[in-house]
């Protein structure tokens, strides 16, 4: 395909925004969804998009041809596609992150677990995992808070690693992350003992609810990193059940879980044995979402 259908006049985009702001009130999409995409796709800046002037540019080069751009808005609409895989990116953090679905889009909330590992860690260098990583979000943060330390990433999924590993590469970390292909701690079995932490965003909604959530999710998000079985807390039972032979003593153990979870994951962790100082903590918005334990 020549670059010449990936420019467009500014006229053109300022039509289609316009065209595409109708259909996202219309549809109950939220219209700053539009300009988020055409930040990313076009490279315009904020206030070249507010105060419109790009429609007088002669043109623009766009990443994909604007029938395409039509086309994923259509999905968009009708499918209820998330934004971020059509624009192939999301802001996390300080980076931004490629995703495509077969990797759950990292959410905002997810950031506040890079801050709790910072505040937990005692040994800043040694081995720490990031068990499911799929975009590599988890790894990314930690390898930019702790640059002593060896982020081992697991995924089950080769899809997922291959972004990951593209995530690590684009933002200059790879040389501090190993990626494995496998489930939870089984590729890591020659370092038990030795980790210094673990971190992970496991799959945590009970099978029941999933048909509930937003289309944008059950319908395209990856249901390998959705379900937690029958009351949600498959995945995080066994890292609770399996982490004490991998950490070193005072190693963290650092999870994400989903509201109401916490009770039950606390008295999971306590009778497990293995493990002191257990502390819930919440997100941004109040939610008990994060379970933080210590290995004894």
């Not at 596609?81 to 931004?96: D, E, H, M, N, S």
């Not at 640059?147 to 590993?165: C, F, G, M, N």
């Not at 933002?171 to 980790?195: H, N, T, V």
Request: glycine share 8%; with cysteine; net charge negative.
């Amino acid at each position: 395909m020549g670059e010449k259908h990936l420019i467009v006049s500014g006229l053109q985009l300022w039509q289609w925004r316009n065209a595409a702001l109708k259909a996202a009130i219309a549809t109950d999409i939220p219209p700053r969804e539009v300009d988020w995409l055409l930040l990313e796709v076009a490279g315009l800046d904020r206030l070249a998009l507010r105060l419109e002037y790009f429609k007088n540019w002669p043109q623009i080069q766009l990443q994909l041809p604007l029938e395409e751009l039509e086309q994923l808005w259509q999905r968009r609409l009708n499918e209820r596609l998330p934004v971020q895989y059509i624009a192939g990116v999301t802001p996390w953090r300080q980076f931004k992150i490629t995703v495509s679905n077969a990797v759950l889009i990292p959410r905002p909330e997810t950031e506040c677990l890079i801050d709790l590992a910072e505040g937990s860690a005692s040994d800043v260098s040694g081995h720490w995992a990031d068990l499911g990583t799929g975009s590599g979000a988890i790894a990314l943060g930690l390898a930019d808070i702790l640059p002593k330390a060896t982020i081992h990433a697991v995924d089950y999924s080769l899809e997922a690693l291959a972004i990951a590993q593209a995530n690590a590469d684009n933002l200059g970390l790879a040389d501090r992350i190993r990626f494995y292909q496998g489930s939870w701690w089984e590729p890591l079995a020659l370092l038990k003992g030795q980790f210094s932490g673990m971190v992970s965003n496991p799959p945590y909604i009970p099978t029941s609810t999933l048909p509930t959530l937003q289309p944008e999710v059950v319908n395209h998000e990856p249901h390998l990193a959705l379900d937690g079985g029958a009351d949600g807390l498959d995945c995080i039972r066994h890292l609770i059940e399996i982490s004490p032979s991998y950490l070193r003593s005072g190693g963290v153990w650092l999870v994400e879980m989903m509201a109401g979870q916490a009770d039950a994951v606390r008295e999971l962790l306590q009778n497990q044995g293995s493990y002191c100082k257990i502390q819930i903590h919440p997100d941004l918005a109040g939610i008990e979402r994060f379970a933080l334990a210590y290995k004894s």
